[in-house]
T-cell receptor, first 117, second 113 residues
Framework: AQTVTQSQPEMSVQEAETVTLSCTYD???????LFWYKQPPSRQMILVIR????KQQNATENRFSVNFQKAAKSFSLKISDSQLGDAAMYFC?????WGQGAQKLVFGQGTRLTINP | EAQVTQNPRYLITVTGKKLTVTCSQN?????MSWYRQDPGLGLRQIYY???????DKGDVPEGYKVSRKEKRNFPLILESPSPNQTSLYFC????????????FGSGTQLSVL
């Protein structure tokens, strides 16, 4: 079964600095999708960024970018110019591209990010 | 506005008292799903539905039931809640394509005493 591991339960960063959140996953599939979700105190789940495994180019969305290392099964999230509004729980998630595994997201344990003013 | 609406937002109940958490989406999505979130475990899928009258178990289905009689609605039923079902619950929906964005409801915090 696919698994996702976030080894950093908590991280903190100074406002305007850069922070990287780690995520590793385990799968025997070659075609899949990876996601980062943000959960602020409001509890809303917000999609931050997604990556297709067949694409070598790393996805970017404004201040958010990923470092996707397929061979190492690593998918880290980099937040540049951190802002107070970035404070949240961040979840890494995996989804198969085909078959039964495509019907669910597998989530990591989450990393709580604190932004220090 | 495109959204997934869950109710109630908070619920406190007692062991064994049947309850239903409602979920409705206005995006004509075929796929809907329920997750529970627990500290240190992330979110785990309870059930999912690929279309009307088509439902299947996720990773943690024990103690839960679902139904999909209409495309827009996907209620979660706890017929005899127990304290280990105290959790934060999310409903989600999307188009059938797996890389499409999954839209989440605002969550239901359930406490079973």
């Amino acid at each position: 079964a696919q698994t996702v591991t976030q080894s950093q339960p908590e991280m903190s960063v100074q406002e305007a600095e850069t922070v990287t959140l780690s995520c590793t996953y385990d799968t025997s599939e070659s075609d899949y999708y990876l996601f980062w979700y943000k959960q602020p105190p409001s509890r809303q789940m917000i999609l931050v960024i997604r990556q297709e495994a067949y694409k070598q180019q790393n996805a970017t969305e404004n201040r958010f970018s990923v470092n996707f290392q397929k061979a190492a099964k690593s998918f880290s999230l980099k937040i540049s110019d951190s802002q107070l509004g970035d404070a949240a729980m961040y979840f890494c998630a995996y989804r198969d591209a085909w078959g039964q595994g495509a019907q669910k997201l597998v989530f990591g344990q989450g990393t709580r990010l604190t932004i220090n003013p | 506005e495109a959204q997934v609406t869950q109710n109630p937002r908070y619920l406190i109940t007692v062991t064994g008292k049947k309850l239903t958490v409602t979920c409705s989406q206005n995006m004509n999505h075929e796929y809907m799903s329920w997750y529970r979130q627990d500290p240190g475990l992330g979110l785990r899928q309870i059930y999912y539905s690929m279309n009307v009258e088509v439902t299947d178990k996720g990773d943690v289905p024990e103690g839960y039931k679902v139904s999909r009689k209409e495309k827009r609605n996907f209620p979660l039923i706890l017929e005899s809640p127990s304290p280990n079902q105290t959790s934060l619950y999310f409903c989600a929906s999307s188009l059938m394509v797996p890389n499409e964005k999954l839209f989440f409801g605002s969550g239901t915090q359930l406490s079973v005493l």
